[in-house]
């Protein structure tokens, strides 16, 4: 099955730092744009970062500029999100998604399953 | 930023017409797509450049969108319809995705 597979959620105290992965399973991400998508408990869509398929572009949402950063290694195939200065409204699940193109700013076309990130002491 | 204003829920019987909107300013502008999330389940794409469908997506979906407002059509609706529906659009001016709150549509 072509999909996208999150790692590296998990529960983290207020302040501490994780860094979630994506990878393709049946489809490529390298090359292709990714951004993470996270959802909180019962709550909506929130766009989180976005990196072109070079890498050479990044976006950030204000509610995360400063924090996060968005990486990727085309020769590993995946892309990371290194999380700092967690908070408990970073409580989520935490998507990827991957956009049809190398970076003209497309739909998200395939999506993982999502990896949970708890934040709580 | 940007916002795009979503109704909360809509309700439609089985057979009938759903119209799920999505409103910005301008966003007649901007290129909608729409995003189906079932329970359990990550998003998926249903519409995308305002009208378009993937293949696998019933041509019951369709969209449209001009002015201020952007719509997702879903004829003939059926009970595997039912779930949350997201309107998404790139706010260039701030360099940000943005989602809509999402329309729970309930058959």
């Known amino acids: 099955e072509e999909q996208l597979v999150e790692s590296g959620g998990g529960l983290v105290q207020p302040g501490g730092s994780l860094r979630l992965s994506c990878g393709g399973s049946?489809?490529?991400?390298?090359?292709?744009?990714v951004n993470w998508v996270r959802q909180a408990p019962g709550k909506g869509l929130e766009w989180i970062s976005y990196?072109?398929?070079?890498?050479?572009?990044?976006y950030y949402a204000d509610s995360v500029k400063g924090r996060f950063t968005i990486s990727r290694d085309n020769a590993k195939k995946s892309v990371s999100l290194q999380m700092n200065s967690l908070r408990g409204d970073d409580t989520a699940l935490y998507y990827c998604?991957?956009?049809?193109?190398?970076?003209?700013?497309?739909?998200?076309?395939?999506w993982g399953q999502g990896v949970l990130v708890t934040v709580s002491s | 930023s940007y916002v795009l204003t979503q109704p909360p829920s809509v309700s439609v019987a089985p057979g009938q017409t759903a119209r799920l909107t999505c409103g910005g300013d301008?966003?007649?502008?901007?290129?909608v797509h729409w995003y189906q999330q079932k329970p359990g389940q990550a998003p998926a794409v249903v519409v995308y450049?305002?009208?378009d469908r993937p293949s696998r997506v019933p041509e019951r979906y369709s969209g449209s969108n001009s002015g201020n407002s952007a719509t997702l059509t879903i004829s003939r609706v059926e009970a595997g319809d039912e779930a949350d529906y997201y309107c998404?659009?790139?706010?260039?001016?701030?360099?940000?995705?943005?989602f809509g709150g999402g329309t729970k549509l309930t058959v």
């Open positions: 998604a991957r956009g049809p193109s190398s970076s003209s700013l497309l739909w998200f076309d395939y």
């Open positions: 049946g489809i490529r991400i390298s090359d292709y744009e």
């Open positions: 990196i072109s398929g070079s890498g050479s572009k990044t």
């Open positions: 301008n966003i007649g502008r901007k290129s």
């Open positions: 450049d305002d009208s």
């Open positions: 998404q659009v790139w706010d260039s001016s701030s360099g940000q995705w943005v």
